[in-house]
């Protein structure tokens, strides 16, 4: 069995929940980016990063895939979270803008819609989030009753431990290689 590692950059904590349920469900450790830094460079043979979704980009990924393309012979699996309904087009722009096409098929990427913590944010991501969810509204509202687009205008956590299965079989598949 290859030893697994899970790294997440979290500000109000729904990439952290994912990272702990993932790490549970494959008995190994989930450790901040922060801490991961500081860590020998052999520490496992598979790594997952996962981030919170802000302004379209996946938090801290460029710096990750940076310190990685020095650390050779590991398989690196991703996720993100955010605000964005799992189907939507965003989430499919989100995969495509994360990952050239050379390197998609190597790098194994899944998405667990998260949620807004208004108590847990700093003052400029609140305010920022305020303003984007003036525009969410109005996109709900032109969209009416059936709409999937959330309520950004107050804290709510969509979070479900069920949406990693897919995440942990892929890791379970390629750590049995
Ligand atoms: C300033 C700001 C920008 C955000 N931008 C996006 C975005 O572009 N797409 C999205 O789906 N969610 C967006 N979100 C929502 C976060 O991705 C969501 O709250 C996520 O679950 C946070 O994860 P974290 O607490 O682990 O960092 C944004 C939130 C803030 C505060």
Redesign the pocket.
Known sequence: MKKVLVVY????????QYAQWIAQALDCKAVSYKEWKKMPPDDADIVIYG??????QI?GLRAFRETMSRRSGKQCVYFA????PSDSE?VRALAVSSFSELDRNDAPFFYFQ????YEN?GFF?RS??KL?SRAMTKEREMQGPETRIPDATRSFDYSSEQFVQPLVDKVRSLSAR
């Open positions: 950059q979290s500000k109000t904590g729904f990439a952290e981030g919170g979704v802000y302004a379209g938090r979270t955010g605000v964005a965003k998260g949620g807004l913590n944010m991501d920022l989030m984007v």
